[in-house]
């Protein structure tokens, strides 16, 4: 119950503020970035938040499975700080997105299979203008294989509970960006190295816009690889940018 009453709090402040302040307090400040124009209703919201109440509990009942449970005994997790070098916290933690984007990026392909997907994934693809509160929204069984990468964690690595702590908060904070509806990304982001490889808010608005293509849940990786990233994807990227920034944020490079 304490964790899941933790979980809730986490999800109202990480996917709360952005909202409050993307759409309520600066949304006119911030009309040039956003990446849809019309407004997702309040009928979204709320059945955003509830489905990601559930989820949420889902998430809690996984984590106290395999913190407070002897299943526990079945993994590599470990408590004493000192049991690993202190390093290995944040390159753990790095690892573990790594392995949750390969992870999300074949089941969410999975949940795409037209078999599968109007009994799970759809909940989640209501959401077709996606905020802030879209980030956690899943049908039940979702919730549980979105879920279940903890455990492919906690099989494959030693991890300490603070490196778990830190990857849902952190994987949380992405996947809200993800949501946000709006593109915040700087406008030297796309001309380095990180823009070929990291996915961007317009990158995932692209997956509930179109329904299909770029299932990656970091990284581009998977998608280019694989051929699923959305053809149009990097000239609507330079289109929103160029809204925002004024000017055609590629060819300033050239220039
Ligand atoms: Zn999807
Ligand atoms: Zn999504």
Not at 24 to 36: G, M, P, T, V
């Amino acid at each position: 119950m304490q964790l899941f009453s933790m979980s809730a709090i986490r999800y109202f402040v990480i996917a709360g503020v952005p909202f409050i302040i993307f759409y309520k307090l600066l949304a006119n400040w911030f009309s040039q970035s956003k990446i849809q124009n019309r407004q997702a209703s309040r009928k979204d919201f709320i059945r955003e938040i509830l489905h990601s109440m559930q989820t949420t509990a889902v998430f809690a009942v996984i984590g106290y499975l395999v913190l407070f449970t002897p299943l526990k005994n079945h993994t590599l997790v470990y408590t004493d700080i000192n049991a690993y070098p202190l390093w290995w916290i944040p390159v753990s933690l790095a690892i573990s997105l790594v392995i949750h984007d390969t992870y999300f990026y074949w089941m969410h392909r999975l949940l795409h299979h037209k078999k599968l997907f109007r009994y799970t994934h759809l909940v989640h693809h209501q959401s077709t203008n996606p905020s802030p509160w879209t980030s956690y929204s899943f049908h039940f069984l979702e919730a549980w294989t979105e879920g279940a990468v903890l455990f492919v964690i906690v099989l494959l690595m030693p991890v300490h509970p603070l490196t778990i702590v830190l990857f849902t908060i952190i994987g949380f904070m992405i996947n809200v960006y993800g949501h946000l509806g709006y593109e915040v990304a700087p406008r030297w982001f796309r001309h380095t190295f990180l823009f070929e490889i990291l996915n961007t808010s317009v990158h995932h608005n692209m997956h509930h816009s179109k329904f299909k293509g770029n299932y990656g849940l970091y990284f581009r990786i998977w998608d280019r690889a694989l051929g699923t990233e959305h053809p149009d994807y990097v000239k609507d990227y330079d289109r929103i940018q160029q809204n925002r920034f004024g000017v055609n944020t590629n060819q300033a490079i050239k220039a």
